[in-house]
């Protein structure tokens, strides 16, 4: 009796062990890499993968994490009545891209991570896709920070109070997602100032060492620390939830 016990659940966890999806995880969280490099390479490898799809070969998921220089960018149907400078007279770069979503900012102390997900090995619905990113986030804070952030009715993104702290935008073609989240973690929030952030105007824009100082009543926090930490947070999060095993990558390989 015991000994089928025994079996039985080294069996189990053979199992659990083998539903875990391989991720090619591109560690580059304190890299700073321009934004059209990095959509370059995004496009590159949906294309690479829709083509595997095809095929049935497509095996195998991504994960991008980096930092950008200032830049704005757009959605594919953005309304530039939300930007407060002529796109001529731009204080940053700007980028029309393919992704949902208004007007946001990416900039150092920002970590960005581009999940390149075919969802037909997750589960094939956007909604749930995006709420499960959110997640990622709303559990990473709170073990890595005990920070406690929450979704807002009718809107994407992660919150704490009325401050947004983190953006969510994607694109799909036939269930293969890219684009992905931004969490601002020791960001310089004036650039935010000249847009309404995501079209929206009667919330603010918050940071992880903000709300840190704050509580800690101006304590000075080590921004290169607390970035990595938000990172092996967030990617933990991300793993655990779309059940993947992480490759973990650190070759800035734009192929």
Known sequence: MRLNLLLYTVSAAAMTIAVLSRCECFDLHQKIVPYAEAYAWQKSIVKRRGELAYSGEDHSDTLIALQ?????????????EYLHFKKEDAPFEVHKIFRGGEVTYHGPGQLVMYPILNLRYHKEDVRWYLRSLEEVIIRALKSAFSIKATRVEGLTGVWIGDQKVAAIGIHGSRMIVYHGLALNVTTDLTPFQMIDPCGIKDRGVGSIKQILQKASQGREIDDTLLMDIAYHSMIKEFAELFQLDLDINSDCSFQ
């Open 68 to 80: 950008h220089p200032p830049v704005y960018t757009l959605g594919t149907d953005s309304n530039e």
